[in-house]
């Protein structure tokens, strides 16, 4: 079946360093998705990317839709202990009613204050 | 947005038993999905449940095993059936448009 690669699998930083973790496939996907989860809890949603070479920000977390649509990177910039959790990508070439997404394996982020 | 509840929120069960497990959203919602993740690991779709009509499951899950209901625009249930421990797992249910959807706490299922 199709499968998402994530990388790295897990991260130990130090607050206030910058992350990046990616997220590749083989197949193209036209829509690309970043989630995080918190221990305990379900994924929320953070940052969705809709067209090819589309860089999308929300608060101190950027990502990128890959132009060939096989890829996207998710950078957070001046990490903070809160930043902690698994961060999934997930895709889909659907919407609305039609299709489900399919998820990555997720990088584990530790913060280290 | 949607707020997802789920209830319970972690269960210990013998091998053998049936647990049902309820999703209530906040607002209501056409379509609703169910996802099982094991420990560490990703997430994997096991039915979408749409109000009005029969789950659609996906390969590897079967009705017998997973029946779910909708009775109304709100609510789902998703019953983990004959359970054993390869059953333990975290079950999560979700809602809203495929492209973002809202996701419910979990529920945390041990079998023993």
């Known amino acids: 079946g199709q499968q998402l690669n994530q990388s790295p699998q897990s991260m130990f930083i130090q607050e206030g360093e910058d992350v990046s973790m990616n997220c590749t496939s083989s197949?193209?996907?036209?829509?690309w998705l970043w989630y995080k989860q918190d221990p305990g809890e379900g994924p929320v949603l953070l940052i969705a990317?809709?067209?090819?070479?589309e860089l999308t920000s929300n608060g101190r977390l950027t990502a990128q839709f890959g132009i060939t649509r096989k890829d996207s990177f998710l950078n957070i910039s001046a990490s903070i202990p809160s930043d902690v959790g698994i961060y999934f990508c997930a895709v889909t070439n659907y919407g609305g009613s039609q299709g489900n997404l399919i998820f990555g394996k997720g990088t584990k982020l530790s913060v280290k204050p | 947005s949607a707020v997802i509840s789920q209830k319970p929120s972690r269960d210990i069960c013998q091998r053998g038993t049936s647990l049902t497990i309820q999703c209530q959203v906040d607002?209501?919602?056409?379509?609703m999905f169910w996802y099982r993740q094991q420990p560490g690991q990703s997430l994997t779709l096991i039915a979408t449940a749409n109000q009005g009509s029969e789950a659609t499951y996906e390969s590897g899950f079967v009705i017998d095993k997973f029946p779910i209901s909708r009775p109304n625009l709100t609510f789902s249930t998703l019953t983990v059936s004959n359970m054993s421990p390869e059953d333990s797992s975290i079950y999560l249910c979700s809602a809203g448009q495929i492209e973002t959807q809202y996701f419910g706490p979990g529920t945390r299922l041990l079998v023993l």
């Open positions: 990317l809709y067209k090819a070479g």
């Open positions: 197949s193209i996907f036209n829509t």
């Open positions: 607002s209501q919602v056409t379509m």
